[in-house]
């Protein structure tokens, strides 16, 4: 049952974002930190052409290789395609939690101090 679960809710969620994408709010290509759980934040850079890059210091984020904006927020993927985080607007920051384990995910830009959030 989770293996569907799991189907259901990733279809869900790229079916929902290519309906967003068109009224994606201004998460713009550029420098960013990332902050994954209880870990330090980390510089994750993302491409205006969908590509993401970390500067290898991310922990488990660091498979992160895709973002697409969505309607509400951000949804980063692995180079499989598969959803690592979704991420919704607060601000100027993004705030979420990891697919596979929900811990707490926040994306804020370059200049801004970013915050260290618990599971």
């Known amino acids: 049952m989770t293996s569907l679960h799991r189907f259901l809710t990733i279809s869900a969620i790229l079916a929902l974002s290519g309906y967003g994408v068109a009224y994606a709010q201004g998460l713009n290509a550029g420098d960013y930190k990332l902050a994954v759980g209880s870990a ?39 180079n499989s395609g598969t959803v690592f985080a979704t991420l919704v607007a607060k601000g100027d920051t993004y705030a979420g939690s990891t697919f596979a384990d929900s811990h707490r995910v926040v994306l804020t830009p370059a200049g801004q101090a970013t915050a260290v959030l618990a599971h």
Do not use: E, M
């Open 40 to 78: 330090a934040p980390c510089a994750l850079t993302l491409a205006a052409d969908g590509s993401a890059k970390t500067d290898g210091a991310c922990g488990r984020a660091g498979d992160i290789s895709h973002w697409r904006a969505t309607g509400t927020g951000v949804v980063f993927q692995d």
